[in-house]
């Protein structure tokens, strides 16, 4: 199976930046996807940024120009540079990746999420 470890949340005031990390590890293939999403309080939650193990990323509009999402293929972890914080970016991070691993001959795909990371900008 996969697990999934964030790090890099805390509290910023707004313009601030901060880095989130997502390490995978476990028993895989390869990671066709990984990406970030996020839930405010009171609020569903929201894809906010991904990238696939080709190089293809996608942002939702309210981060574009401020977020900048990275991955390390060789060391298994993506990456969300946050920059020009606002208080609306407070919410829970959850990192999130779709594996593929051999299992009896097969090959499954499963999707994995973290524990999520506190991220709070306010003054």
């Known amino acids: 199976q996969v697990q999934l470890v964030e790090s890099g949340g805390g509290l910023v005031q707004p313009g601030g930046s901060l880095r989130l990390s997502c390490a995978a590890s476990?028993?895989?293939?390869?990671?066709?996807?990984m990406g970030w999403f996020r839930q405010a309080p009171g609020k569903q939650r929201e894809l906010v940024a991904s990238?696939?193990?080709?190089?293809?990323?996608n942002y939702t509009d309210s981060v574009k120009g401020r977020f900048t999402i990275s991955r390390d293929n060789a060391k298994n972890t993506v990456y969300l540079q946050m920059n020009s914080l606002k208080p609306e970016d407070t919410a829970d991070y959850y990192c999130?990746?779709?594996?593929?691993?051999?299992?009896?001959?097969?090959?499954?795909?499963?999707?994995?999420w973290g524990q999520g990371t506190q991220v709070t900008v306010s003054s």
């Open positions: 999130n990746a779709e594996a593929s691993r051999f299992a009896q001959g097969r090959v499954l795909i499963n999707t994995y």
């Open positions: 476990g028993s895989f293939f390869s990671i066709n996807v």
């Open positions: 990238i696939t193990n080709i190089g293809t990323i």
